[in-house]
């Protein structure tokens, strides 16, 4: 990956924590409250979805080490997308 690349990959890694961490809470707060505002649930789940497509993405410029990362890190994001459709809230 070239010096552009790499940048870029490191950003849409930094994003895709973000985007994993306030899923998390989401689904924290889901799962402890009868009544849950469903909005921010919603952008959680998207803001997962983004992720893991912007994932893919990069994982197509990276070298075989990053291409591991990448990959790992979107398999978190899909656990927790499902993890977040199964889980009622």
Known sequence: MGIT?????QE???KAKEAYDYAVEQLEIG??????NG??????QVGIE??????????NLANAEN???FNRLR??????????IITPH
């Open 12 to 14: 849409q890694v930094k």
């Open 67 to 69: 291409k591991d990362e």
């Open 75 to 84: 398999r978190q994001l899909t656990q927790l997308q499902h993890q977040m």
């Open 31 to 36: 799962m402890r409250q009868e009544h849950f």
């Open 50 to 59: 983004q992720a893991i497509m912007e994932l893919e993405k990069v994982a």
């Open 5 to 9: 690349d790499r940048a870029f990959g």
């Open 39 to 44: 909005i921010e649930y919603s952008e959680a």
